[in-house]
């Protein structure tokens, strides 16, 4: 048995999708820590806007030493608390990320793993030594010593650790359920592991690399945003400092605080401290969603996803065929239909089985069958195409119904009129015909039906509304798959899908200029995966498939691929509307510094300068004018951060609803607060003499 070296796994059965408040008091003390050290220049560089105000911060630090004033050493602290706060922002998100990697960390064990030698004998080797390729046995009590693919045998598997799901799962050799993960723990039976990843290099080191924000890079909507900021920067820079001469030639002295303070204002420091922030956000809260995404560029393609992918199985329909109604055919009675359809299900542990059970005794109270008389249970065979039960000289079946006439026939019965008219019927719906026969007589049709899961068809009008496209996958004929995606309320479908079919449709989107999702399990997945845009593996899934995706769902639902691409479109949201409202907020700033600036400068005895007009604000002084914008400017960027990380309210609605609504909420409300805010700051300083 694996023998744990490091600490239990007990503090993380909840999975890495614990979630963290927001204001977690351990998360702000580290990133308030964190705050101090990303103040270092080598830090700051990779942030134009951010730099360029910490540099601005430390020549007024110089002005304020060598000239000493109120109103420098104001302007300094909080420009100086400008780029801590920028840097907090940071921090908290990538706070959170860290707090679910130390959670993995306690996950990691070292343990003893049973190698197996090419002559069937076994040797206990330590996991950091296990290669690619090397084989181990693992038995219940077992934990996996590192990731790999089921060689030999089944197994139930304890993955608490990794998906926060207590249910043991079943992990067996030769399917796509074969690939297991390190750190998880056997709990029955015998298993002979494949190991499929090099010391270092496991699912649960990626894990904790990704979470904390190690590998992050940043994604290429992120870098033409910076470049954008940095460009406007650039922009102010000259803008600003032709002030100086120019108020000299007016008789007029404008200190270089002043202008730094102006150029820091006018400057997108809003969207420049939030916008790392945002992204980190965005991965973070698909986390919480247990969906790991390998990349941010992934999250990012998610929100542009114009075509989704949707498996039939799980994802539209609950998964399993189950019975709906009993169409009785010759005249034969309904509950007679239902009484000799449960008998022959009795024994029929299938999920299909089980249903016919449950609805017999939901229509006619059919239960506790207790079975006294001698009687035997025919199991179902790919030969007969039938099951059912011998009981008192009874010889009931169900089936398919060509198997089930055959059997008639053979008995010497006859076949009712009726019944290829239902089970056309029952075909062309979209379900599938079961046949049930007591003897030489035809009772009737058990009608199967894929049932479609409640609500979704409410989803797809949602992702309809932002002008995304479902198509449903399905191995089914493309009758049965019409009438499920008919009922489901899918924009198109693809009946009888193979791997080489998904591929070509996937091809055939992104040629049109859609990004495509898509979720897998199987090795046979991996192709199309890895074609699409956002591609979403299953956790129970084989390691090809994993490598081939760009993100895995550690719960193996592929639903989730729905919230997922609103997470994806809730980060594009985000962003956009800070920016929006960061811009809005340097225009307002503008015309509310520059005319208090020079409103005096142009002014004769008893007749106002021609900026005085532009002066609505009134504000105190020049000075107590930059030190309000400066003092604004740091405190709205502390207030965003919450709006930055929880991300802005998603709604489903097209692109023109969302920008309209961007503009007059956050483009509106970033012109109207900085007037308020800023006179409310100036009044106050007024007040309390500061200056």
């Not at 401290?273 to 790991?292: E, F, K, P, T, Y």
């Not at 199967?448 to 995304?468: P, S, T, Y």
């Not at 845009?533 to 592929?558: I, R």
């Not at 805010?677 to 007040?687: Q, S």
């Amino acid at each position: 048995m694996a023998k744990e070296i490091q600490s239990s796994t007990a503090n993380a059965q909840h999975g890495v999708a614990k979630a963290r408040g927001l204001f977690d008091p351990e998360i702000l003390v580290h990133a308030g820590a964190g705050a101090f050290r990303k103040l270092d220049p080598r830090v700051q560089l990779r942030n134009p806007v951010m730099f360029v105000v910490l540099v601005g911060t430390c020549v007024c630090f110089v002005e304020a030493v060598a000239h000493p004033s109120i109103f420098t050493w104001s302007v300094t602290v909080w420009l100086a608390l400008t780029v801590l706060f920028a840097n907090f922002a940071e921090a908290m998100a990538e706070g959170r990320g860290k707090a679910q990697a130390d959670t993995l960390r306690k996950m990691r064990t070292e343990t003893e793993a049973r190698l197996l030698a090419a002559d069937g004998t076994e040797r206990r080797v330590p996991a950091s030594q296990l290669a690619k390729g090397d084989r181990v046995v693992c038995e219940a009590g077992d934990l996996i010593p590192s990731d790999g693919e089921i060689a030999e045998g089944v197994a139930s598997v304890d993955e608490s650790a990794i998906t926060g799901e207590s249910a043991p799962v079943i992990r067996e050799s030769g399917g796509d359920r074969s690939a297991v993960t390190g750190g998880t723990k056997v709990l029955s039976d015998r298993i002979v592991v494949e190991i499929t990843a090099e010391p270092g290099h496991t699912f649960l080191d990626r894990m904790i690399g990704l979470v904390e924000g190690a590998s992050r890079q940043k994604t290429p909507n992120e870098i033409a945003l910076t470049i954008l900021l940095a460009a406007l920067t650039i922009i102010f820079l000259p803008v600003v400092v032709v002030l100086r001469p120019f108020g000299s030639y007016a008789h007029s002295q404008v200190s270089v605080v002043i202008l730094i303070g102006l150029l820091v204002c006018l400057i997108p420091t809003t969207i420049g401290a939030l916008l790392s922030a945002i992204g980190i956000a965005g991965m973070d809260r698909l986390v919480q969603r247990n969906v790991l995404a390998m990349s941010g560029r992934a999250v990012e393609a998610a929100g542009d996803v114009s075509t989704l992918l949707l498996d039939k199985t799980g994802t539209i329909t609950l998964g399993n065929r189950m019975a709906s109604a009993f169409l009785p055919v010759g005249g034969s009675d309904e509950q007679a239909l239902a009484d000799a359809a449960q008998l022959a299900s009795l024994a029929d542990e299938t999920p299909e089985g089980r249903s016919i059970v449950v609805l017999a005794k939901e229509r006619f109270a059919l239960r506790e069958r207790e079975l006294t008389e001698d009687h035997s249970f025919i199991p179902f065979s790919a030969q007969t195409r039938m099951s059912g039960l011998d009981i008192a000289g009874r010889q009931i079946r169900k089936g398919a119904a060509e198997a089930v006439r055959r059997f008639v026939t053979a008995a010497g019965g006859s076949i009712p009129g009726d019944l290829d008219e239902i089970v056309e019927r029952v075909a062309k719906a979209g379900s599938t015909p079961l046949a049930v026969a007591d003897g030489p007589r035809v009772l009737g049709v058990v009608e199967l039906k894929d049932v479609v899961k409640e609500g979704i068809a409410e989803r797809f009008d949602q992702l309809r509304a932002i002008g995304i496209k479902t198509v449903m996958i399905t191995g089914d004929n493309p009758l049965t798959a019409a009438a499920i995606a008919s009922e489901a309320g899918v924009d198109d479908y693809l009946a009888e899908a193979t791997p080489e079919t998904k591929m070509a449709l996937i091809v055939a989107e992104q040629e049109g200029g859609k990004l495509v999702a898509m979720t897998g399990d199987g090795t046979n997945d991996a192709p199309a995966l890895a074609q699409a845009d956002v591609g979403v593996a299953m956790n129970t899934g084989t390691t090809a498939a994993k490598e081939a995706g760009n993100m895995v769902d550690l719960d193996s639902n592929p639903t989730k691929l729905i919230d997922i691409v609103e997470v994806g479109k809730q980060l594009l949201i985000t962003r956009g509307a800070l920016t929006t409202f960061s811009i809005a907020n340097d225009v307002a700033k503008y015309f509310a510094i520059i005319p208090a600036l020079f409103a005096e400068t142009y002014a004769r005895p008893h007749h106002p300068g021609p900026l005085e007009v532009l002066n609505v604000m009134h504000l105190h002084s020049p000075t107590s004018a930059v030190l309000s914008a400066v003092i604004f400017n740091a405190i709205i960027i502390i207030a965003l951060i919450p709006l930055a990380l929880r991300g802005v309210r998603f709604r489903p609605a097209s692109a023109m609803s969302i920008l309209r609504r961007n503009v007059w909420i956050y483009g509106v409300g970033g012109l109207v607060m900085p007037f308020i805010g800023i006179k409310l700051i100036d009044m106050l300083l007024t007040v309390t003499r500061l200056y």
